[in-house]
């Protein structure tokens, strides 16, 4: 489990990080999203006490990270791919991290095999792909068997297959009932693999809350799809009682407003035949853009996400 | 999506004393120094530059001074060799540090190691034991060969002893030096600028001009203080002044790197 507590970062008059509170539970996949320069990074990087707060505290497991002397058993993290010292081998550079943390080398060949780095690992980071040094930074987060992983933006430079095996591995290790928090801008992997969403802008918090309350949020628009052979019948009548409509490239007509049973029930009335009705619920894309659009005046009325967790 | 199959509790009642943490920190930083290229370079210019310019030294001797009545002492090979092969050990030390801050690895290094005054203690005790140990060892290889090169000098233990305590304190706080510089200023141009103005330019510099106060100037750098330990020049200058010069400034850069290690972001 992560604790944040009104944790704040400022550089001279910006602030960087304003006063985030926020639990990361164990055994869920909790997303990390905000904007560029929203302070996902300098926030993790609190966490794990590579930067000093300028105010509040971050717990890792119940006790500050820099505190620990087997940190690498309590948190995994990769923040950076590519920091990492070019000249050195990836298995040398894990035998580093195992050597800190009186860990036996055999742990960085089986952290090896589990990311897929096989004889690669020998090579000079030099030479590594970013895809590769994303690998080996996940293996670098494995190594103590922690039980609480950050992740920052661990996807990037991986191809579909590394992509798919990052969602996997996620998943697996909060079923496994870790604490992991993942940061990603890719929205659409971010829907397919998180169970709860920390969604920051400008420092602040904007949501906290499971994903599926994000998606059925204030901020998320149900739309209805409907086809009818009476196109301009229904939509006249459902422009008349005040929903938004949008006719699409097929023929169809795009609902906003409305649940799928009042355009049933409107389509009835003006006596247009049905072909086809569906909710659709908005991605979670729409949603983030439309929290993040501007986070100060979203601020204001996050509260109805903020807290709505469980 | 889920429910929680087992929540894992945190294994933390087994927490390491810190004798414990520092001897693995230790042995971290000392995996690290040898599994970079870098290392090993800087130990072929140091041996190349120390042992090579000591027996330099000694066939220039072989002409000259030294005869069987009236023998030399063969200290002076190692010596001269350190002078200048000692820059070659100090940018072993400064490099193993500077070299975290351009790749960014020192974020990694304190996710392993984040109880910083470990860290500390590690990384100026590594390098600092490396470079003395290997320094010293080149030193009384330059006055062994220099030995087989010209049989009228000699090696008494007690003179040899007393010139590799002296080569080993120069290395010893000028490697200090290099990595509170690195520390400190966390490029590599930057710090090495520094460490070669302050231990070798600088000194020769300020006294070469023939300006009394810049000579005078001179007289507080370390780089002079390591002559005198070295070459016993200048004369006017104490044993304990010298020492207490490259000591102090060994003593500052520690302070002032750690300062910034200990004290501010990972960067």
């Known amino acids: 489990m992560i604790e944040v507590r009104g944790l704040t970062k400022t550089y001279g008059a910006v602030r960087a990080v304003d006063d985030l509170t926020f639990d990361v539970q164990p055994g869920k996949v909790t997303g990390f999203l905000g904007p560029n320069g929203a302070g996902k990074s300098t926030t993790m990087r609190m966490v794990l006490g590579l930067d000093r707060p300028t ?20 948190a995994g993290a990769l923040l950076d791919a590519q920091a990492v010292h070019p000249g050195r081998s990836g298995r040398d550079h894990l035998r580093v991290a195992a050597r800190s943390q009186g860990l036996p080398s055999r742990r960085v060949d089986e952290v090896i095999d589990q990311v897929g780095l096989g004889s690669a690992a020998k090579r000079r980071v030099k030479g590594y792909s970013l895809g590769m040094r994303q690998r080996l930074g996940i293996a670098g987060a494995l190594l103590g068997d922690p ?39 890719l929205m659409s992997e971010m829907e397919q693999t998180a169970d709860h969403l920390v969604i920051i802008g400008r420092g602040r918090l904007i949501a906290d809350a499971p994903i599926a309350e994000v998606l059925r949020g204030r901020h998320a628009h149900a739309k209805v799809r409907v086809r009818t052979p009476a196109l301009d019948d229904l939509a006249g009548a459902l422009l008349r009682r005040g929903f938004r409509v949008h006719p699409t490239d097929g023929g169809e007509l795009l609902v906003e407003g409305a649940p799928a049973e009042t355009v049933g029930d409107v389509a009835l009335e003006v006596g247009a035949s049905v072909h086809r009705l569906a909710e659709e619920h908005s991605s979670l894309e729409e949603v983030y853009l439309d929290l993040t659009g501007d986070s100060v005046q979203y601020k204001v009325s996050a509260p109805d996400l903020v807290g709505a967790r469980r | ?63 000259g001074t030294a005869t069987a009545a009236n023998p030399i002492v063969s200290t002076f090979a190692g010596e001269y060799g350190v002078l200048l092969g000692q820059f070659a050990l100090l940018v072993l030390a400064l490099l193993a540090v500077t070299s975290e801050y ?32 290997v320094g010293v060892a080149l030193a009384l290889t330059a006055d062994v060969v220099a030995l087989l090169i010209d049989p009228d000098l000699t090696l008494p233990v007690e003179d040899g002893a007393g010139s590799l305590a002296r080569i080993a304190a120069v290395l010893a706080a000028g490697a200090v030096m290099a990595v509170g510089a690195g520390l400190l200023l966390r490029s590599t141009a930057g710090a090495l600028a520094t460490v070669f103005l302050l231990q070798l330019v600088l000194p020769f510099l300020f006294q070469s001009f023939g300006v009394q106060w810049l000579a005078d100037l001179a007289e507080w750098l370390p780089g002079t203080g390591a002559v005198r330990l070295l070459l016993d020049e200048p004369m006017d200058m104490s044993l304990g002044h010298a020492a207490a010069l490259v000591v102090g400034w060994a003593g500052l850069a520690l302070a002032a790197g750690g300062w910034r290690l200990l004290r501010r972001d990972a960067g």
Do not use: K, Y
């Open chain 1, 55 to 74: 105010a509040g505290s971050a717990l890792v497991g119940g006790r500050p990270f820099a505190r620990l002397g087997e940190p690498l058993r309590a």
């Open chain 1, 147 to 185: 039980a609480v992983l950050l992740f920052d933006e661990p996807m990037n430079g991986l191809d579909l297959d590394g992509v798919r095996w990052v969602r996997g591995l996620v998943r697996r290790l909060a079923d496994e009932g870790r604490t992991v928090l993942l940061s990603s801008h």
């Open chain 2, 1 to 63: 999506m889920t429910a929680a199959t087992a929540v894992r509790q945190p294994a933390r009642s087994t927490e390491p004393g810190t004798t414990t943490v520092l001897s693995r920190a230790a042995g971290a930083e000392w995996v690290r120094l040898r599994t970079v290229r870098t290392t090993w370079w800087c130990l072929v210019a140091a041996t190349v530059t120390i042992v090579g310019l000591g027996a330099i030294a000694a066939a220039d001797d072989a002409e």
């Open chain 2, 102 to 133: 351009a790749s960014g690895a020192i974020g990694p290094t304190l996710s392993w190691t984040p109880r910083r005054g470990v860290l500390l203690a590690a990384r100026i005790a590594v390098p600092a034991i490396v470079v003395t140990v």
